[in-house]
């Protein structure tokens, strides 16, 4: 049998992959090292190895070669390899590390008939993890462009991280999930960009138990991440089959805090009112009226103020008196909102 160790590091005998550790080219796997060609060896030796069996380990017999007669007058010899036996070739040095060693046995054991493993190779960072092809930029970059942007709460980059936003786009743009970009979507829609999604989520400031109304639903990117951070999620989106393929994602990864409904947006969703946040994902000149009906005292809204294109994406906060601006948190572009309360239906550009 062949048996394989490994050298040091930055030789061919240790492990590497595409991620960038030492050994083997990109797209290598890891495997043994090359067999080294045979030797002719004498079918007999005088006397016993280092180890009292093989010669430093490092036998490359063919699993159906046999051995020679010994000659007819000699006293019966124990099997090669045995405590004790013959060697069966002269000792051979090696250089240190090089694939010629092999594991043997000092006590004069044999070496079990079994190959030995290679080196477990350490799995790669949670947040490494591709999107199709594996080739391209992961959750890890989202998080990266989400700290550039401003974001500091690790509540929400740790929910940035663990949603697969190729989960929720198209198939066709699975391969540009993971870039800090818009997506195109069905009617002329676009998803968030996700750097712009964790900081307004970070402008809720949830804390965990919150049910949280969310206009514009998409394909369930935003609503994903809500819900790792929320008690419960209402979601509204306009459009039945964007709403429909929202609610298939969003069962296949497992989350089951969240309801989407079809309807319009500016409306709320009142039979399940009050809520503790609110987050509307186009844009409107003003706050819709029944919004901050059904936002309880104390609660957060967060909305991009502007006529669809260039807005100032803005915090709100609930008060006795009514609703009050509290900050700017970035500018931005969105599409419009469309509803009763918004731009009229069939006005899209």
Request: aromatic residues 4%.
């Amino acid at each position: 049998m062949r048996l394989w160790c490994p050298g040091p590091r930055g030789t061919s005998g240790i492990p590497g992959n595409a991620a960038g550790r030492p050994g083997l080219p990109n797209g290598s796997m890891p495997g043994r090292a090359p067999p080294e060609p045979p030797r002719p060896e004498p079918p007999w030796d005088s006397g016993p190895g280092p180890s009292g069996g093989r010669s430093g380990g490092t036998s490359h017999e063919s699993p159906h070669e046999s051995w020679p007669e010994p000659p007819r007058n000699a006293s019966p010899q124990p099997w090669p390899g045995r405590s004790g036996g013959p060697s069966r070739q002269p000792p051979r040095e090696s250089p240190p590390g090089s694939s010629r060693e092999r594991s043997g046995s000092a006590s004069g054991k044999p070496s079990p008939e079994r190959r030995p493993q290679a080196p477990p190779v350490p799995s790669p960072d949670r947040g490494a993890r591709r999107g199709p092809g594996a080739a391209g930029p992961g959750p890890e970059d989202l998080v990266r462009a989400a700290r550039a942007a401003g974001v500091r709460d690790e509540r929400v980059l740790e929910a940035l991280r663990s949603v697969p936003r190729d989960a929720f786009v198209p198939r066709a743009e699975a391969g540009s999930a993971y870039r800090d970009a818009p997506v195109p979507l069905p009617h002329g829609q676009v998803t968030t960009q996700p750097s712009l999604v964790a900081l307004m989520v970070e402008a809720l400031g949830l804390t965990g138990g919150e049910r949280v109304l969310e206009i514009g639903t998409g394909y369930g990117f935003q609503t994903a991440v809500l819900a790792r951070l929320a008690g419960e999620v209402v979601s509204v989106e306009r459009m039945p089959d964007v709403a429909g393929r929202a609610r298939r994602r969003l069962s296949r990864a497992g989350i089951g805090n969240v309801s989407v409904s079809t309807g319009d947006g500016t409306l709320g969703v009142p039979e399940r009112a009050p809520y503790d946040a609110v987050v509307v994902s186009a844009a409107f000149p003003e706050v819709p009226g029944p919004l901050v009906g059904q936002l309880r005292t104390g609660g957060r809204l967060v909305q991009p103020i502007g006529p669809g294109g260039r807005e100032q994406v803005r915090q709100y906060e609930r008060t006795p008196r009514g609703l009050v601006l509290r900050r700017t948190v970035v500018s931005a572009r969105f599409v419009r909102l469309y509803g009763v309360h918004g731009y009229p239906p069939g006005t899209e550009p």
